[in-house]
């Protein structure tokens, strides 16, 4: 199924490496006017350059910024004014004892998880339901019904997605806007090489 994104624009968070940059990839592919976020001005470059090979001729926009607080949130909006199509991709992750999480541990996590997200959809929801066309689309996970033991702070972030998201449809409801979850398993990026030996090391005698 090809689907036709031609004049869109679509955000896309933490989309310098993993399950982001393919959801980049195929957004740009169908057209969409696409903008790949990171942290690092270099690194958004440097995954740009990646992106655009995989896709030739696609629209990528550079959006360096911290999504995960005010100022971030302000800078993007400065960026990209107007997004068609918002993907709530970012998200931390790592194993911890869980009577070990410190209360800053536990508030990252909903900072970078989930209220970066929010805080977006707040940003660009009222533009879609103006235009009567929007796509908002949160990154949730398995581990927000079945929380990992040494991993409760992400798992609990990951069920918060689920109600902030239809939440938020219930809101968009009947506005041509629609607002979605997905509920992704163990999926094969740099990052979770890299926790899987953590855990793997961890573990070793």
């Known amino acids: 199924m090809q689907i036709d994104l031609s004049g869109r624009t679509a955000l896309v968070t933490g989309s310098t490496q993993g399950i982001g940059a393919a959801v980049a990839v195929a957004l740009a592919r169908a057209g969409a006017r696409v903008?790949?976020?990171g942290r690092d001005e270099r690194r958004v470059a440097e995954s740009i350059a990646s992106?655009?090979?995989?896709?030739?001729g696609a629209e990528l926009v550079p959006v360096a910024a911290d999504v995960s607080g005010d100022e971030g949130?302000?800078?993007v909006a400065e960026l990209l004014p107007q997004v068609d199509i918002l993907v709530n991709n970012l998200g931390v992750f790592g194993a911890a004892d869980p009577l070990e999480i410190t209360d800053a541990e536990w508030r990252r996590y909903f900072e970078v998880n989930v209220l970066a997200a929010v805080r977006?959809?707040?940003l660009y929801l009222p533009g879609m339901t103006e235009r009567g066309w929007g796509r908002i689309q949160y990154v949730a996970?398995?581990?927000a019904v079945a929380i990992p033991a040494e991993m409760i702070h992400y798992g609990m972030s990951?069920?918060?997605l689920l109600a902030v998201s239809r939440g938020f449809a219930k809101k968009a409801a009947g506005?041509?806007?629609t607002v979605n979850s997905v509920?992704?398993?163990p999926t094969h990026t740099a990052g979770v090489e890299d926790f899987v030996y953590e855990l793997v090391d961890r573990d070793l005698p």
């Open 35 to 37: 903008g790949v976020n």
């Open 51 to 56: 992106l655009a090979v995989q896709a030739p």
């Open 73 to 75: 949130a302000a800078r």
């Open 120 to 122: 977006l959809t707040r």
């Open 141 to 143: 996970s398995d581990s």
């Open 158 to 160: 990951k069920t918060a």
């Open 175 to 177: 506005t041509g806007v």
């Open 183 to 185: 509920i992704a398993g």
